[in-house]
């Protein structure tokens, strides 16, 4: 049973990357322990949270749990996406959807019961995928939009609507967005083992019960994101345009 006492003793590993940081004046000190001390109070704070809702076992905290992993997510995202418009609501949306899509199919199809003990960290595993396609997707939306700028207008000036003149961006956005999130699938089980799996395993689950298991996780971080990307191209585009279609860049 690893106790507290494990958790400090794992503090070495924050040392030695600050004595790197430092021998190399890499000027990263201050972010390793931000991170280290963030991750530490927050995790701890989450795992309390959890205790709390998994001894609970009713819907409405369940529910309440997993729109606050969504919301949590979309902040972040938002964060990222600067420059782009009131960018929280799609984004919120477009990841409470795929979000709400993933759990009714897995527990529709009885793949995971309806206890928290799964539905929250199947939830959250589908957040945090998204959330990284939904920064990816953002960033490169914007980007896409300045460096077509005048491709967009000319389109524009042709009577083309702003969803006709960006549909090309939206593909090529949505491409880069989720090629990561394939790649990542692709190596699972020979270049490294996914954390639910190796979760699993320390846990004295049978390898091939663990392994199914992961298939299916696998699965969800491939569906996800799609969705969730999908769903944000559809809206993001017209951060970008007036009332009057004309295109508008901060």
Not at 45 to 66: D, E, H, Q, R, S
Not at 198 to 215: D, E, H, N, Y
């Amino acid at each position: 049973m690893i106790t507290f006492t494990d958790v400090l003793l794992s503090g070495i590993f924050i040392v030695v990357a600050i004595i790197i940081s430092s021998l190399e004046r890499l000027r990263l000190e201050r972010d390793t322990i931000e991170a280290a001390v963030r991750a530490f109070v927050q995790l701890m704070l989450i795992g309390y949270v959890l205790k709390f809702v998994f001894a609970a076992n009713k819907p409405i905290f369940t529910t309440l749990m997993i729109i606050l992993m969504v919301f949590a997510g979309s902040l972040e995202a938002t964060r990222r996406a600067k420059g782009i418009r009131k960018p929280l609501p799609p984004i919120f949306v477009s990841m409470l959807v795929a979000t709400i899509f993933v759990i009714i199919i897995t527990v529709g199809m009885g793949i995971i019961s309806a206890n928290p003990v799964y539905l929250i960290p199947v939830a959250g595993i589908a957040v945090g995928n998204i959330m990284n396609t939904m920064i990816v997707s953002a960033m490169r939306f914007k980007q896409g939009i300045k460096e077509n700028r005048s491709k967009i207008e000319a389109a524009l000036a042709l009577g083309m609507s702003p969803k006709a003149a960006t549909a090309n961006l939206r593909k090529q956005t949505l491409r880069l967005a989720l090629a990561p999130r394939l790649d990542r699938v692709k190596v699972s089980g020979i270049i490294h083992l996914p954390g639910a799996m190796t979760g699993m395993i320390l846990a004295g689950a049978s390898p091939i019960k663990a392994v199914k298991f992961q298939i299916i996780i696998m699965y969800i971080i491939i569906c996800a994101p799609f969705v969730a990307a999908w769903i944000l191209a559809s809206f993001i585009y017209k951060k970008f345009f007036n009332k009057a279609e004309q295109l508008v860049i901060n």
